[in-house]
């Protein structure tokens, strides 16, 4: 039986399957652990990158420390917010500490603080029981972790083929592309109700055959960012796109989660397309993900982990969509300390294709840790999993503070790691909200990178104009 039939086949409710996933062990049972170890303080610091890194930091009373990250472009409030549910207590009992704050959270940028505090917990019990975070979660699969290379959307097929050239360097053996309506925008035919004609389809082919013509057809490409859509559309670009002058390995977000009946709508399209679906980044947990796995609405699963909810969450998911013949690949678009906890999480996942990239852009991305090998992203694609306590890493304080995101861009200023009497004491999302200290998919000002022009400076990129 083929992937398509078997997911046509396999929904079965839950009923027939048993649910993995979670830590391989607890930690708060085992005899090596610390005593007496408890929650400080939870602090946080914002780097100005091409969508922001809200970084955290939580303290223990024994200097152990747990770093996490809430998602990119997010909040970092988001996380902060949740201190009065933390402080004082054992970092090591983090199932209990994760149930008391799972109802501050959400889907999209919402998932975001209670996936950093997963992280950050993570990281002190790897360092407090002298294990990398990986062999909490279980069995390694993998030494070293496929990465693909993203690529946002350049102002013309020609500067976007220099993008492409650039990751092509690095010997990526995977790839995507943006595909953008705004491609289509001002050319006769090519939209009509606001959705892709076969004129835009063509167009779009245009783009992606810029790319092939750099990265070749030995390598995958996949893309994303297509806009509205719906199941004709969706089917008539799956099929366009399989042809052989185009191969795309996957065609992602193709529905928005959100949508209306989107678990039907996105089934009708994953049945009717020859290329792959991917979704979704902006789904929290693993309530979220179930109806998608086992309906078969999606061909690939794609969470991000700093959404998701973590490293917990993550692994769950993933394991459970594996009992239904769905692999799974990894949304990626922050620094390295949410990168590395995917790293760990990526290595204990089976069915596991490859984990997103957004850094190479940014030349000093790689800089803002210390205590693991570099280049983090190897030639040939590869990020290797560490095997030292916890994540394996560090913040370099001197390449961080340089590339803080400026108070007159943020609504709620962390400083670097400052105090934070202001969440000491609970509040409700509604009121988080009402203060402007949480929200949904933010996007803060310049940052340092190298343009579409290949000129390295401090500047907005086209997706922040």
Known sequence: MDRKS??????????????S????????????????????????????????????KIYTN??????GEVRDAGWIS???????????????????????????????RYGGGYSAVDIALMDIIGKALDKPCWQLLGE???????????????????????????????????YKTDLRPVMLRGIEGAIAGGLPTAKGLEIWGEYVEKVRDVIGYRVKLGADHFGPMTIETGIALGKYMADSRFALAYIE??????????????????LGSPVPTLGFEDIFGFEGFRPFIEQAAVSIIHPDMLTSGGMIETKKIADYARQFGVETMMHCACSPIGTMAMVHTCATIKEFISLENHALEMPWWQDLVTGIHKPIIEQGGVIRVPDSPGLGIEIDDDVLQKHLRESKYLTYDPGFFNPTPMFDKPMTMQEARARQLIGGYKVAGPWWHINEEGVYANQDSPDQR
């Open 6 to 19: 078997f997911l046509q086949n396999s929904f079965m409710g839950s009923s027939g399957f048993m649910l």
């Open 21 to 56: 996933g979670g830590l391989a062990f607890n930690p708060a049972d085992t005899y090596s652990r610390p005593t007496d170890l408890k929650i400080t303080d939870i602090r946080g610091a914002t780097v100005a990158a091409n969508y922001d890194y809200p970084i955290i």
């Open 62 to 67: 024994q200097g152990i420390e747990g770093l």
């Open 78 to 108: 988001q996380a902060l917010m949740l201190k009065p549910f933390l402080v004082g207590r054992d970092p090591l009992n983090i199932y209990a500490i994760l149930d008391s704050i799972k109802h501050l959270t959400g889907h999209g």
């Open 140 to 174: 390694k699969y993998r030494d070293e972790i496929p990465v693909y290379a993203d690529t946002f959307a350049a102002d013309n097929p020609d500067n976007q083929a220099e993008l492409m050239k650039r990751r092509l360097e690095k010997g990526f053996q995977h």
């Open 253 to 270: 977000d193709v529905v928005h989660y959100a949508n209306f009946n989107t678990i039907n709508l996105n089934k009708a399209i994953t």
